[in-house]
């Protein structure tokens, strides 16, 4: 699984350069597959990233109108960049990825909040994915 927990974390951070840069997922999912074939000191683009990536893609105006609906107090805007991408990322693996338990998505979404974001984070990520997955069943519409 540790290769599921590195190819997670590329998938953030490629939603957490594309959010700061103002730019779509595809093309920076494309600027970094293009800059790992170019540059060896760079690994590959793995493919369950791509895969995390691209269904993200898929679902962004169901997931920010999900995080948005939900998130008690904060809007999209005024979230933090970090806390904001972790959600995205965690938010479509729980909803649209069936074949990883809702657990594993939920700490591993946790954990890149422990990593990368401020101390109040992990609650924030835990309470919010932990509604999507009570919710679940109601929430793939599109």
Do not use: C
Not at 11 to 16: D, N, T
Not at 87 to 99: C, I, K, Q, S
Not at 100 to 106: G, S
């Amino acid at each position: 699984m540790a290769a599921r927990n590195k190819a997670r974390k590329r998938a953030f951070q490629i939603l957490f350069e594309a959010d700061q840069r103002g730019e779509s997922v595809q093309t920076v999912l494309a600027d970094w597959v293009r800059h790992s074939r170019s540059d060896d000191r760079q690994p590959p683009v793995a493919e369950y990233t791509m895969q995390l990536v691209e269904g993200y893609a898929g679902h962004v105006d169901r997931i920010d109108d999900l995080i948005s609906q939900y998130a008690v107090g904060w809007t999209l805007d005024r979230m933090p960049v970090v806390d904001r991408n972790i959600l995205r990322l965690g938010a479509y693996e729980l909803v649209w990825e069936d074949e990883t338990p809702d657990a594993v998505v939920i700490d591993e979404a946790v954990q890149l909040a422990k990593e990368f974001s401020t101390d109040d984070s992990p609650a924030f990520v835990n309470g919010l994915l932990a509604r999507f997955k009570d919710l679940k069943p109601s929430l793939r519409r599109d």
